[in-house]
């Protein structure tokens, strides 16, 4: 079944620092990617995903590449905010099945 | 997007009572939902797939018999805890897919639940 190894944190970052969460993933056939965010006490949202290799997805500044060479879907922003303080979940998905999530990273943004 | 609902968002009640939680997908159909729970800073832990007309599927360690999922329409699943401890306090997570082949699952907001 499909598993993900993500970035461990929790990670501590200055505002308006450059963000790197690592994630790395293993699928049967061809799946879709997606980073989903967790703001305290609430569900989960979806932050953005990619279907195919080599597709970017974007949203809100964050960035992440379907890297089907090295099974990587890596989370980016050049300047991360306070707002942006939360946990971040990457997972992989190849049908209409549960998403497997690793633990999480959780990010703090000091002003 | 597609948008799943939970209610309630919160619940507090005591140990030995039942609690039902529901689980709604707004604007799309859903035979299959997800329900999963999520302890403080922990990542969230699958307990079964709901599944429209038929019997729920439970992940290996979690008591069908206690947690009850009805999945009865297209639009709505519920989760009853029944007799309830204070270990069943967690968060309470159901998700969604709309099945158009991106694979995407909608969130609901969460249900947390505090046994006292």
């Known amino acids: 079944g499909d598993s993900v190894t993500q970035m461990e944190g929790p990670v501590t970052l200055s505002e308006e620092a450059f963000l790197t969460i690592n994630c790395t993933y293993t699928?049967?056939?061809?799946?879709?990617l997606f980073w989903y965010v967790q703001y305290p006490g609430e569900g989960l949202q979806l932050l953005l995903k990619?279907?195919?290799?080599?597709d970017k997805g974007s949203n809100k500044g964050f960035e992440a590449t379907y890297r089907k060479e090295t099974t990587s879907f890596h989370l980016e922003k050049g300047s991360v905010q306070v707002s942006d303080s939360a946990v971040y979940f990457c997972?992989?998905?190849?049908?209409?099945?549960?998403?497997?999530f690793g633990k999480g990273t959780r990010l703090s943004v000091i002003a | 997007g597609a948008v799943v609902s939970q209610h309630p968002s919160w619940v507090i009640c005591k140990s030995g009572t039942s609690v039902k939680i529901e689980c709604r997908s707004l604007?799309?159909?859903?035979?299959?939902m997800f329900w999963y729970r999520q302890f403080p800073k922990q990542s969230l832990m699958l307990m079964a797939t709901?599944?429209?007309?038929?019997?729920?599927?439970?992940e290996q360690g979690v008591e069908k018999d206690k947690f009850l999922i009805n999945h009865a329409s297209l639009t709505l699943s519920t989760l009853t805890v029944t007799s309830a401890h204070p270990e069943d306090s967690s968060f309470y997570i159901c998700?969604?897919?709309?099945?158009?082949?991106?694979?995407?699952?909608?969130f609901g907001p969460g249900t947390r639940l505090t046994v006292t």
């Open positions: 998700s969604a897919g709309e099945g158009d082949g991106t694979y995407e699952q909608y």
């Open positions: 699928a049967t056939g061809y799946p879709s």
């Open positions: 990619a279907t195919k290799a080599d």
């Open positions: 997972a992989p998905s190849s049908g209409n099945t549960p998403l497997v």
């Open positions: 604007d799309f159909q859903a035979t299959t």
């Open positions: 709901s599944n429209e007309g038929s019997k729920a599927t439970y």
